[in-house]
Structures are given as C-alpha cells and as structure tokens.
C-alpha cells in the first residue's frame, strides 16, 4: 500500500470514529434532555464534561490531537444542553469549553482565559487500590488543607474524586491489576457508611467556606504576607463583608501570627478560615469530628461442594494455529482466561531421562498471570504487577518419553484504563517459549502449532448459575486444589448493615451470588510497599500514607444487600491457585468504637466545635463509655489513656448524656466535668464510646 493510500485509510477511519462518537454523545444527551435533568429543565444536572485528560496525549502526538480536542469540544457545544462544558487536564480546551483541574492540590492552576471560571473537577481524596500494592489513605487534615487553599487562591468550584467509593463489580475493573474494591478512602465508603473524621471535617469545612460567601463572590483576594512561610488572604465586598484565611506553610513548626489587629495559632501545613476576618471557625489541620473505628462482623459460613475444571478443556471451539497469539484479540475480552496447548515429542535416548536433570521451560508473556501444566499436573504459577504487567516463567519439565502436553491458562486482570494507542497494549503469552536441557540443546517452541481454547469449562457450562450449577455432578470440597469451582447456598443475613465476603483464606479467582459477579478476588496476592506513620505535613503522593504491606491487598468484597434473596442464595467461587474455602465467611461492616477529640481553645462562632458529638449507625444506640477525659489524654481512637491532667468526673456527663441514645453531644468546657483540674494548661475533651 502506498503511503497516499495509507493515509487516505486512516482518514477514512478516524472519520467513521467521529461520527459514531458524535453518535454516541448525542444519545447521552438526548437521554438526559428526555428525562428532565439539567438544570434549565429543573434536574440536577449542573456541568458536562467532553474527553478526559486529554492534555497529556497532545503532548505526545501535537496538532493532530490538538484537532481532535477542537472537533470534539465543537461538536458537545452543538449539542445544546443549556449548561457549561468542561474539559479536565485540557490547556488548550476552546471557547466557550471551561478547562477544569485533576490533582491532589489545584491552587497552582488557572483557566486558560481570564473570564472562565477556576474550577477542580477532581480534587483527589486518595488513590485506587492495586493487587499487590498497599492500600493508600490520605489523611483528612491535608485534603482539607488542599481545598482551603484552592479556595483562598481564588477557586470557585471544588468536585471530590471519589466522594462515595464504590466497587468493581464482575470483571469492570480497569487496569491492569486495579483491585475489586475501588473505596478510594472516600468520605462514605464503600459499603455507604461514613468515614469519620473524613466525612464531618470535610463537611465542616464547607460550612466555613459557606459563612464566607458574601466576601469571596466579591473578587479576588489581597495577600499579604505575615512570616517567613505565613500569609493571609482577605476577601472583602462593597458592602463591608469580610473573610479571611491564613495560612501556615511551614512543614514542622507552630507560628502565632498577628492579623487585624489580634493574635492567631496556626498549626504546622493549615489554613485557619476567619468568616468575619476576626473568628476563627475552623482549621484544617484540628479535627473535632467523631473518629470511627470500622469493623467487620462474622455473620455466618458455608458448606461447600466442588466441581474441578478440566485442565485445557478442549471444546468445539478450539483452534490450532502456527505460533503465538495475543490474548485480548482472541478472547475478545470475553472471559479472563485463555488456554495455550502445544505438544512437545521426547525421544528414548534423551539424557535427561537417565541422569534425573530435567529440561527448563521458558516462556515470555504480556501478562498478567499464568498457570503452567505439563501433562496435567500444575508446574507453576507467576505473575505481574501494577508497575511491570509482564512476566517470564521459567521452571523445570518433568517430561517424559514419547508426547508430552504443554497446557498454559494465561489470565488477564483488567484492561488498560490510561494513556494512548490502547490497541497496541497486549497480554498473553508472546514468547519466546523455549525448552533448555535436551539433547539437541534448546528447543524453540514459539512457531510450532498451538491450540487455543476461548475461557473455562466451567465459564461454558454457566457454572456461576442457578441453571448451570445444576448441570453437572458436584463433589465434596476439595482444599488446595488449583483450578476449583466451588458453590454454597445461603440465606441473607438478618438486619440492614452492608454485608461483605472475607476471602483470607483463598487465593486467587472470581466469586459470583444468584448469577452476578461480585468481582476477582486475589488475597493471595500480598502487598508489598511502605507502611508506617503517616503525617499529615507535607505534600501528599499515593505512596505517602498506606497500610495492610505484607497483608493482603483486598480481604473483604462486597455483597450488595439488593442482590440477596431472603433465602435459598447461590454462592459461586472458582479458585485458580488452591485456597481454602472452609475459611470463608459472610460479614457485616458496623461501626465499632466512636471516639472524639476537642480542644477547649477551639474558638466558636454560633457553638463552632464547642461540643463533643456522638453518633452511631442508624438503629445502634450508645452501649457504653468505654473511656472519657477532660485534661491531657494521650494517645489516639481505640488507645487513649488518661494524661498528668484529668478531670475525676469526666466520665459522668458521657454516661448521663449518651448511654441509651443514637447521638449526643456535651459541651467542652470545664464546668461541665466537675471544674478545672490543672487551670492554665491547654486541656481537651477524648472519648471513646460502643455502639450496640
């Protein structure tokens, strides 16, 4: 083909995926239109997005791409939906398209005109969760600093990613390697139940900004500078509105500041906000909102009956072919799984017969995981990672005289959800495949013929349903059996708290209930990183604050309640490596213990953060104090101990206020805990409470 040809074919391509995309948003949009939902038309739709970070792949490929994002914005304005377009991570987003901010911190940024709005569609509360990758968490005293900050820089609209985490359900985790959970320390989790402090801070910031309204809608603000890492921004109207928000950028160290005439503390890497450039209603870096401490409850097991898949299960669908073949384009993204099978023919003279020295297999692969079975029986198993999806098996072959069965189950762990040219990234097993140790030396098995089978036997047989579960004999629970079909039935739970699945004791698979896919599960996979203490201070990054190194990624999936049928629930797992089924049990996620924690000096504006608050899940109740003190408590949720300074009668006013009661609230000042008991000392209010 000539290069005229080739071009005018590509031409001709990238039309056809325009106008289908046109066709595509267009729909969206006429749904949306259909159903009432924007806002001219009383709905809650209130912005539309055209791409997605699309500005780092103009980096790369220039003018066309820029071309592209032009059409692109074009097209969505023509769509008419009555309410602004954005574009995130977009420089060079056209008018009237608003270029919008992604990032853990946003103040650095600003339109690309002067007349759009500063807006940060997504302001980062953590970082997904990948199989073999600690779990990140971002503490709430900097994301509220992140989002202060932006404020006081001028910035006018702040969206969280992600506000309400969610879950991966069946086989739509991106990826690769993106585990089944996607709660991204989110302030309502997973499981919709809030985060605390992560919820209440956050929302207690926004009250704050909220008492600032008047001033900031007026203009931009004037900065002045108070100390060497200190400023302060004030906003003032025509009308005399004031707000204020002063900042200490210092990493380590407290700075008292003077501003407007009085004396401010602000703590280390915070921003205190001022609604009336006097008062001080909240900081950024003191949390006063209740502390939870999430725990998961047993709520019943299962008995078991197993069902073995066939190793390379050859149906009517297989194919034989010369050489090696890419695995998405085969599978289809289909089914996870895909059966290479090629034969391997050992003479009777071979040394490696007589001297014991068994011959080496290598083979090269895309990823992400890969089981390898020489004559039936599994020689090994490897796999990648988030950071290297690619992988190289080598381990020895135990063949013997005659033909010998070379059986690969390749396994893809989610597709490429970011960067370019998706058509070009690959997995399974591309080779080489060689055989090292006979008599010959080394034997290429790349080009010679292999079979290739689409997925699981058990995936043909519809084994994760109720009709196809009851088309084939099942046996008694096999443990550690590689390639494993495993299925209980089970009644729902009593009660209305959201309920998950702990899969510690298995390895590596998939779970389906009633016929839906709950998700790839991999505990097996343990996470290896940094944990340890984690600082609010400083800039944050993905990797800066994380736990469960040298656990699992992922022990718990979640079982939505809507699934569930009073009784007579099919549970189904298919098990790759061998786990343990016995140890699995259905749990229900309750907030154990409620804690919080107030400093006196927490100045207030209409009773801002002068009481303690309490509240459990919807339907518990307070059960008891297990600890209280006003003075100088040590230590955090779930480890306080009283200090050199605490008030005897502590206790009393928790057990008058709270025991018996949903929620409650006591007032943090000395009076209420029997009088002052070390008078000049700064003193706080610490409690822990259950929630039955």
């Known amino acids: 083909m000539s290069p005229a040809s080739a071009l005018g074919l590509i031409m001709s391509r990238s039309r056809q995926e325009s106008a289908e995309m046109q066709k595509f948003t267009t729909k969206i949009v006429d749904m949306m239109k259909s159903e009432g939902l924007f806002e001219w038309q009383g709905g809650p739709i209130i912005l539309t997005q055209i791409e997605n970070e699309f500005g780092s792949l103009e980096w790369d490929q220039g003018e066309p791409a820029k071309a592209y994002a032009s059409w692109a914005a074009n097209m969505a304005v ?82 969280y990613y992600m506000y309400h985490g969610g879950t991966n359900f069946g086989r739509t985790a991106g990826g690769p390697f993106i585990a089944t959970s996607y709660d991204y320390d989110a302030p309502i989790d997973e499981y919709g139940l809030l985060r605390e402090p992560k919820w209440g801070h956050l929302k207690e910031l926004h009250k704050a900004i909220k008492l600032c309204e008047p001033a900031l809608v007026a203009g931009d603000p004037i900065v002045t500078s108070l100390g060497n890492a200190q400023q302060s921004s004030v906003f003032r109207s025509s009308t005399g509105a004031c707000a204020a928000f002063l900042e200490n950028k210092d990493k380590v160290s407290y700075a008292r500041v003077a501003f407007n005439g009085m004396h401010y503390d602000l703590p280390p890497w915070s921003i205190s906000i001022l609604p009336d450039c006097k008062t001080t209603v909240f900081n950024t870096a003191k949390v006063g909102s209740q502390i939870s401490q999430m725990k998961m409850e047993w709520a019943g097991g299962f008995t078991w ?44 003279d071979e040394q490696f017969l007589s001297n014991g020295k068994n011959p080496t297999l290598t083979m090269m692969s895309a990823g992400h995981a890969l089981h390898v079975f020489i004559n039936g029986q599994l020689a090994g198993t490897v796999y990648g990672s988030v950071e290297n999806p690619k992988l190289t098996y080598t381990g020895n072959a135990k063949l013997w005289p005659g033909s010998n069965s070379i059986s690969c189950l390749s396994i893809a762990v989610g597709l490429p959800n970011v960067g370019e040219h998706f058509e070009t990234w690959n997995a399974g097993i591309l080779g080489p495949v060689i055989l090292d140790g006979l008599n010959d030396g080394r034997r290429d098995l790349t080009w010679q013929k292999w079979t290739y089978q689409v997925g699981l036997k058990g995936e043909a047989l519809s084994l994760h349903s109720l009709s196809g579960s009851s088309s084939v004999e099942w046996g008694e629970p096999m443990q550690k059996q590689p390639l494993t079909w495993y299925k209980a039935f089970f009644n729902a739970p009593d009660g209305d708290e959201p309920l998950a699945l702990d899969m510690s004791s298995m390895g590596k698979g998939q779970i389906w209930i009633n016929g839906q896919g709950i998700g790839r599960y991999w505990p097996g996979y343990k996470a290896s990183g940094t944990c340890g203490s984690c600082d609010y201070r400083g800039r944050y990054n993905e990797t800066k604050c994380q736990t469960n190194c040298g656990d699992s990624s992922q022990r718990w999936y979640h079982v939505p309640r809507s699934w569930l049928n009073p009784t007579g629930n099919l549970l189904v797992i298919f098990e790759e490596w061998g786990g343990d089924p016995t140890g699995i049990s259905m749990v229900k996620r309750t907030t154990g213990s409620i804690c919080a924690d107030v400093s006196e000096w927490q100045p207030s504006m209409k009773n801002w953060h002068t009481k303690i608050h309490l509240q459990c899940d919807h339907g518990r109740k307070i059960t008891d104090i297990k600890f209280a003190s006003f003075g100088t408590p040590q230590g955090s949720c779930g480890s306080y101990s009283e200090g050199g300074c605490h008030a005897h009668k502590s206790y009393d006013i928790f057990w008058k206020n709270c025991i018996g009661q949903e929620r409650c609230g006591v007032s943090v000042v000395p009076d209420v805990f029997g009088g002052d008991p070390c008078p000049g000392t700064m003193k706080r209010a610490a409690v822990e409470a259950i929630c039955g």
């Open 78 to 159: 023509a769509l008419n939906t009555g309410v602004p377009w954005v574009m995130c991570k977009e420089d060079y987003a056209p008018d009237p398209i608003i270029n919008t901010c992604n990032d853990f911190y946003c103040d650095w940024f600003s339109p690309n005109k002067p007349h759009k709005p500063t807006m940060w569609t997504e302001a980062w509360t953590a970082w997904f969760t990948g199989f073999g990758r600690p779990v990140p968490h971002r503490p709430v005293e900097d994301l509220a600093y992140g989002v202060a900050k932006f404020i006081q820089k001028g910035g006018s609209f702040v969206n």
């Open 305 to 348: 009956q197993s069902y073995n898949e066939e190793i390379s299960s050859l149906g009517e669908e297989s194919f034989s072919t010369v050489g090696l073949l890419e695995q998405i384009n085969v599978t289809r993204d289909n089914t996870d799984y895909l059966w290479y099978t090629t034969y391997v023919d050992v003479a009777q």
